[in-house]
């Protein structure tokens, strides 16, 4: 039997029409429901405790708290986006993490320090040729927070940012990308909805920022499909959120309201290339033929 690539794994013996439509409203309406009772619950307790109130007005422990509140509200995404494929396109779980059936976690930490490599000269690069912004609202004139603060929101982040990372990729890349896929045969119109999707998703912040986040979802969407699974891209995704996130804990600006969607067209720029060259490494070292497709014999 011929081998199944990526895009086309949902494409099974139990694929119908309304099956990814269902789906996709499961894990929206299921994430919605479950990010929505988690705001509302620590809000309360808030409330209760007679905390002060955050920048939007709402009674919050802290903006370390509200952090991991937004981080986790998305990681929610996650264990819907499994359940989906499980319940609703009767598949198993582990084909929407690769080919293979599960997440090759070799591969991955094989590509992590590659993704650090690519976000720390995306970041340097900007700091080169953006006046003053550095990244998320901060910049070179503001104070950094000292290393007891520091410590402790990165170990958050730690925390929390790999699944919420993990979550969007499982639902752009993975999902929809093998939603759509299951119509049609060429990876490219897959790979260009979740992209826009992506990029919807983030908001609208300047023109630059809306291209630059759907690059990064077509070429993270590209290498999905060219490598048989989530692991270049989570490891890219994964490694953004630190970095940005951290050096944005470094100066105590957590709470900024600017995202990748407010990006300077300077460092949209730089990005091309970053990506460009993400993708050529994770292909120099992913060559294995059994890692991009599955055999269905």
Same mark, same amino acid.
């Given at each position: ?41 620590? +809000? ?81 690069g900007s700091l080169a ?9 901060? +910049? ?76 990064f979802g077509a070429v993270?969407?590209?290498? +999905? ?26 100066y105590g600006q957590l709470?900024? +309201? ?40």
């Amino acid at each position: 039997m011929p081998a199944t690539e990526y895009h086309r794994v949902a494409r099974t013996p139990a694929h119908r029409w309304w099956r990814p439509v269902l789906g996709t409203l499961f894990i929206l309406a299921g994430g919605a429901f479950v990010a929505l009772a988690g705001y509302l619950a620590v +809000t309360v307790a808030a409330a209760l405790a007679g905390q002060p109130d955050n920048v939007d007005g709402l009674p919050s422990f802290g903006e370390r708290a509200d952090l991991v509140v937004a981080f986790l509200a998305i990681a929610v995404l996650l264990p819907f986006t499994l359940l989906a494929a499980r319940w609703i396109q009767r598949r198993p779980a582990g084909t929407l993490s690769s080919v293979t059936g599960r997440l090759r976690w070799g591969l991955l930490l094989k590509l992590l320090p590659v993704a650090l490599i690519a976000v720390v000269v995306l970041m340097a690069g900007s700091l080169a040729v953006v006046d003053e912004t550095v990244v998320d609202g901060t +910049t070179a004139d503001d104070a950094l927070v000292g290393w007891g603060p520091f410590a402790l929101s990165m170990l958050l982040l730690l925390i929390v940012v790999p699944p919420q990372a993990a979550a969007e990729e499982y639902f752009t890349r993975g999902w929809l990308l093998q939603a759509t896929g299951a119509w049609f045969r060429t990876p490219w119109v897959p790979i260009a909805f979740q992209a826009l999707v992506f990029a919807a998703a983030h908001g609208w912040g300047t023109p630059w920022g809306f291209a630059d986040l759907f690059l990064f979802g077509a070429v993270a969407g590209w290498l +999905t499909v060219r490598t048989g699974g989530l692991e270049a891209a989570i490891a890219l995704h994964v490694m953004n959120n630190l970095v940005a996130a951290g050096l944005a804990a470094a100066y105590g600006q957590l709470t900024i +309201t600017e995202t990748a969607a407010d990006m300077p067209w300077q460092m949209a720029a730089i990005d091309v290339f970053v990506l460009a060259g993400y993708a050529w490494a994770v292909l120099k070292l992913v060559r294995q033929p059994e890692l991009v497709s599955a055999d269905r014999s």
